[in-house]
């Protein structure tokens, strides 16, 4: 079974500082990960993914994630926050067939200006 | 716009009665998936198409829910006898042939009164 945890509901940061949003899965297999960001009102937009390639993921609007095997982690980062970054942050992870994505319980980011 | 489009955004319902939804994938993109989203949580998976066929149901699309792609192209999803529980976020997604990300449409947002 494959799964993923977000350890923090919400973060709050200051405009200009780092943003670091956790996320852990637990796979039997070696796993495709994704992020996807949810802003009010709008749909689900891919930010970056991770399919057994490079470890460390670049995304869109400066984001990027490390994937990490021997801590089972898949932490997304930036180096400094952007008060268009406030939103709802998915962890993604999906099943081998392809099939079906398992969402986290999401991170709602704050930017505070 | 070629991205994925849902129809309608909203649904304000009576319980009891009879709603269909429907969502046009992404061009070229034989891959479907439906998901439901409640408020705070992250989407959960419902059922998944390859072309025309699903593939795969979640347990939580009960008999009431029935999903179709007729002709390998749009989908319907049809809730029968609505229930206030399922007053919900109902998103598509779509995935090309090759690659793993899936492509979010806005949703349809259902409330049953």
């Known amino acids: 079974a494959q799964s993923v945890t977000q350890l923090d509901s919400h973060v709050s940061v200051s405009e200009g500082t780092p943003v670091l949003l956790r996320c852990n899965y637990s796979?039997?297999?070696?796993?495709?990960l994704f992020w996807y960001v949810q802003h009010p009102n709008k749909g689900l937009q891919l930010l970056l993914k991770?399919?057994?390639?490079?470890?460390l993921v670049k995304g869109i609007n400066g984001f990027e994630a490390e994937f990490k095997k021997s801590e089972t982690s898949f932490h997304l980062t930036k180096p400094s926050a952007h008060m268009s970054d406030a939103a709802e942050y998915f962890c993604?992870?999906?099943?081998?067939?392809?099939?079906?994505?398992?969402f986290g319980t999401g991170t709602s980011l704050t930017v505070i200006p | 716009d070629t991205g994925v489009s849902q129809d309608p955004r909203h649904k304000i319902t009576k319980r009891g009665q009879n709603v269909t939804f429907r969502c046009d994938p992404i061009?070229?993109?034989?891959?479907l998936y439906w998901y439901r989203q409640t408020l705070g949580q992250g989407p959960e998976f419902l059922t998944y198409?390859?072309?025309?066929?699903?593939?795969?149901k979640s347990r939580l699309l009960s008999d009431r829910f029935s999903a179709e792609r007729p002709k390998g192209s749009f989908s319907t999803l049809e809730i029968q006898r609505t229930e206030q529980g399922d007053s919900a976020m109902y998103l598509c997604?779509?995935?090309?042939?090759?690659?793993?990300?899936?492509?979010f449409g806005p949703g349809t947002r259902l409330t049953v009164l």
């Open positions: 997604a779509s995935s090309p042939p090759r690659g793993w990300e899936q492509f």
């Open positions: 796979s039997s297999y070696s796993p495709s």
């Open positions: 991770y399919t057994s390639a490079a470890t």
């Open positions: 993604v992870v999906i099943t081998n067939t392809g099939n079906q994505f398992y």
């Open positions: 061009s070229e993109h034989n891959r």
């Open positions: 198409f390859q072309n025309e066929a699903q593939l795969e």
